[in-house]
């Protein structure tokens, strides 16, 4: 089950449990996002997730992982993951991340959307924040469709930095890319190796295989990249309190290509204009 390098790689039965996870995170995130209103709290974001997996026989991966209360991560405006849900009360033209993750019967789902909160009548929206949420999708995307094209682990890191130099040279900003918090594997436990860097290095990875299950995560600022966690342990926020976005899918890896577990559509729609078919099992 294990290869030399540590890395779980799944068989076609334990990725289709892990595909029913996904489907149980996206649908959670999926209604979460369809509520979210200006005036509600994170802690009714976090309610109406409990119910959404509980209603389908999952269990919150996230609650009581390492003392975490919650079963949703909101993190909100300059706050770039792992914001614990409570009396916050959300307004117009700020910037939510919502991170969830479902287990079922053992095995794990992850994702995480950012949005920019508009007010009822559209209003409230700082372009410049609405292209910072674009531009972290896009390079998840980008990082995502190298796993079908790739062939060692490095390249998604590269793909994600190439993504984000690309919209910053678009959008005149010079964003930055969160390189303390990464990307990883995932199956039986919601974290584990390989670890999946955001940004190029030397190093060129493990061998991208199939039955290799990865969460793929850009954490991306409108500002610098350094952060610091704050006085609850678990909060971080960016050290200049520009805004920040996280976008997140988990991948298979099957052998005649990819599969986005928790993209309802297993990440087609997306992934057709990179030039990336999805392997979707029978």
Known sequence: MFGRDRIE??????IATMRRAGLVVAQTLRTVREAVRPGMTTADLDALAAVVISDAGATPSFLGYHGFPATLCVSVNDEVVHGIPGPRELRAG???????GAIVDGWHGDSAISFVLDAASGDGADPGDVALVEATRAAMWAGIAALATG???GDVGGAIEDSITASSAADGVPYGIIEEYVGHGIGSAMHQPPEVLNYRTRERGARLRPGMCLAIEPMVTRGERFTQVCEDDWTVVTDDGSRAAHWEHSV???DDGIWVLTAEDGGASEL????VQVALPV
């Open 9 to 14: 790689y799944k068989s076609a039965e334990q």
């Open 94 to 100: 700020d910037v939510v991340s919502v991170d969830c």
């Open 151 to 153: 062939e060692r682990l």
């Open 252 to 254: 298979a890896i099957l």
């Open 272 to 275: 057709a204009p990179l030039g």
